[in-house]
């Protein structure tokens, strides 16, 4: 076995430790080690086996693709198969994901992978969607890409410095910590599109008594400004790389007048042709 691998996988192991801010001695008893071996896993001096491996990525709560990933730096072979969403090995994720999608109309929702790509989404996003240009689309639309853009929706948006901030914050906490370089360059790129005006924009001053959502998903249309919040479901328990990986965002309003409105605007779209992400 190449010597140097090692002191790779230790030097991953050191960088996920220090990521998630715990001493050697308080991994060591999660993993179920000692402080000691773990100190010569990470330095080279002792190889960890497979096992001890899987052990501390699940204390590190490492995600199964780094998983995969220290597991070859140590030697061995992954232990998470990565499929796509449309393999038969996924037909009853795939199932499950449509019928969360058609159910949750006349509200929308969304299916993103880890990167943010949007991989499928119901037919109520048009009220999200309306107006995007097409080189936001391809190859993939991408959910910060698509809100923050000056071509996007945040032209749209009536508390963009609101939602912006709240944004970037949530991308920021996500590459701190996960370390994914593509999560990295993504945030990198958003954060440098044209920012609002600093000095306050009526539009987001408080209208009355604060609502349950801190920033919600204020939305101009021709039919009224739409507001919304949203919740992110995943998968428990995963076996696979790309189930891991996959999350759904729904879509709820926050008032009546918004649940009224996409009722209206979903009874319009009954029999509209697939969404461009289809």
Do not use: K
């Amino acid at each position: 076995m190449d010597t140097e691998q090692p002191s790779r996988v230790g030097a991953l192991l050191r960088e996920w430790r220090r990521r998630r801010r715990l001493s050697q001695l308080d991994l060591a008893l999660q993993a179920g080690s000692s402080a000691r071996h773990l100190s010569y896993v990470e330095t080279g001096r002792a190889h960890p086996s497979r096992a001890m491996v899987l052990r501390l990525s699940a204390a590190l709560d490492v995600p199964l693709r780094e998983r995969n990933t220290l597991l070859l730096a140590a030697g061995y072979a992954p232990a998470y198969r990565e499929s796509s969403l449309d393999d038969a090995y996924l037909a009853s994720v795939r199932a499950a994901v449509d019928t969360m999608l058609a159910a949750h109309e006349p509200y929308p929702a969304v299916v993103v992978d880890r990167l943010w790509n949007v991989l499928d989404g119901n037919r109520a996003m048009a009220v999200l969607m309306d107006g995007i240009p097409p080189h936001l689309l391809l190859p993939r639309p991408n959910v910060f890409r698509l809100t923050l853009h000056p071509d996007g929706l945040s032209a749209r948006l009536a508390n963009l410095g609101e939602v912006r901030a709240l944004f970037l914050e949530r991308l920021r906490r996500q590459v701190d910590a996960t370390g994914d370089a593509g999560l990295r360059d993504l945030y990198e790129e958003v954060r440098r599109y044209r920012a609002p005006d600093p000095a306050p924009d009526p539009a987001e001053a408080s209208t009355g008594e604060a609502g349950p959502i801190q920033v919600p998903l204020r939305v101009r249309t021709p039919f009224g400004e739409l507001s919304m919040f949203s919740t992110m479901a995943t998968f428990g328990a995963p076996a696979d790389v790309t189930l891991s990986e996959l999350a759904i965002e729904l879509f709820y309003p926050l008032d009546e007048f918004t649940a009224a409105a996409l009722r209206g605007l979903s009874a319009g779209l009954q029999g509209d042709p697939a969404a461009p992400w289809g």
